[in-house]
């Protein structure tokens, strides 16, 4: 039997390990081989991986790798110093101290890296989006303040913390949200560097847009009026999450892209992309609320149900809702088709982060 066909009764006709895992390989040629080492090399590697001009057999190059769990661990520590900075501790000391509680209280800080993923994207900085980055986290902050109070979502666990107005009490809770509210747009616009004003008037309009009565505000005044509806449709239910979960999703992307000077028709694709994974965002959530225990999420599970309220998975069952992830997900990265691969890399990770993570 000849050598080639022992290496191929041993591994078979198909790779068993990816492009990109380097396994050394030593063969060794006595003076009887009837196979020449283009067969060998033949015999391991398909055709298809192989230059087709003829007898040049080269191993492909490996492609360049995304380290995404050392990317979000240094843009989340960059976040959180600057978040420090721009909130110190200062009269009225209890103000201050529940504004810092809750916004240093941990957290993937998904929204703020995602602007600054969007600002480097297309040519910008990092120090050139954090302001930006650093408000959308504020009013994300004020957002989950304002959602645990009594008369909301009534919750009293957060970030695997007792929620704001537990440490704090109600009053406080609700000034410390209205005060991070106000300090994001004034971040932005005193500490924004190195872009023309017209920009930052652009970033400030956006971020008003996203938090208020056309964004987060609205989704989450239909998400309260639902509470018990009996007719309630899958319409209705993108709706509520378009908009008190994906528009602020969406703000982050498109203030960082602004920030970059992306044109119209790239700020265009990446609000489309923002957008899926905006409702990506909230079917997950969905998904995590029911299947995965308080102690896993690091905030109460199943408060939806006990609230009666209406979810992907309640309306369409768990594994539609898994799909529709999925499908989101895929719609969200053909957004970022024509952009720069390597400086897309992270987005195309966040989007499979969203979809499959834990909590």
């Known amino acids: 039997m000849s050598f080639v066909n022992l290496i191929t009764m041993s591994i078979g006709s198909k790779p068993l390990l990816p492009l990109n895992v380097k396994v050394p390989i030593t063969c060794t040629l006595s003076n009887t081989t009837k196979d020449s080492p283009s067969d060998i090399v033949a015999a391991i590697f398909p055709a298809s991986y192989l230059k087709e001009e003829q007898n040049i057999h080269t191993l492909p190059i490996d492609p360049p790798t995304f380290n995404f769990k050392n990317y979000m661990h240094a843009k989340a520590s960059s976040v959180n110093r600057a978040l420090k900075d721009a909130v110190p501790l200062k009269e009225p000391s209890k103000l201050h101290e529940s504004m810092i509680y809750s916004l240093l209280?941990?957290?993937?800080?998904?929204?703020?890296?995602?602007?600054?993923?969007?600002?480097?994207?297309?040519?910008?900085?990092?120090?050139?989006?954090?302001?930006?980055?650093?408000?959308?986290?504020?009013?994300?902050?004020?957002?989950?303040?304002?959602?645990?109070?009594?008369?909301?979502?009534n919750d009293d666990l957060r970030r695997g913390k007792p929620t704001n107005h537990k440490v704090f009490g109600e009053r406080i809770a609700v000034l410390a949200g209205d005060a991070l509210l106000a300090l994001s747009f004034e971040h932005v616009a005193t500490s924004t560097k190195g872009v023309p004003a017209e920009r930052i008037v652009?970033?400030?309009?956006?971020?008003?847009?996203?938090?208020?009565?056309?964004?987060?505000?609205?989704?989450?005044?239909?998400?309260?009026?639902?509470?018990?509806?009996?007719?309630?449709?899958?319409?209705?239910?993108?709706?509520?999450?378009?908009?008190?979960?994906?528009?602020?999703?969406?703000?982050?992307?498109?203030?960082?892209?602004?920030?970059?000077?992306?044109?119209?028709?790239?700020?265009?694709?990446?609000?489309?992309?923002?957008?899926?994974?905006?409702?990506?965002?909230q079917v997950v959530d969905d998904i995590l609320d029911v299947t995965k225990s308080s102690l896993q999420l690091g905030k109460t599970a199943g408060k939806d149900l006990v609230a009666d309220k209406t979810t992907y998975p309640k309306l369409i069952g768990i594994d539609k809702s898994r799909e529709l992830a999925h499908k989101l997900n895929k719609e969200a990265q053909e957004q970022l088709v024509g952009f720069d691969p390597v400086k897309a890399a992270p987005l195309f990770a966040l989007a499979d982060y969203i979809t499959y993570r834990d909590n």
């Open 105 to 153: 209280a941990g957290g993937k800080r998904v929204r703020p890296v995602l602007c600054i993923a969007a600002c480097e994207l297309l040519g910008g900085q990092e120090s050139t989006a954090m302001p930006a980055a650093c408000a959308v986290e504020m009013i994300h902050t004020m957002s989950l303040m304002h959602d645990d109070l009594p008369w909301i979502d």
């Open 202 to 281: 652009r970033v400030l309009g956006e971020l008003a847009e996203c938090s208020g009565a056309e964004g987060l505000v609205a989704g989450q005044v239909a998400d309260l009026c639902s509470e018990g509806m009996q007719e309630f449709g899958l319409q209705h239910l993108e709706f509520i999450h378009g908009h008190k979960t994906g528009a602020l999703l969406e703000g982050s992307v498109v203030v960082g892209a602004i920030l970059g000077g992306a044109n119209k028709q790239e700020i265009a694709k990446l609000r489309r992309f923002a957008r899926c994974i905006g409702l990506l965002f």
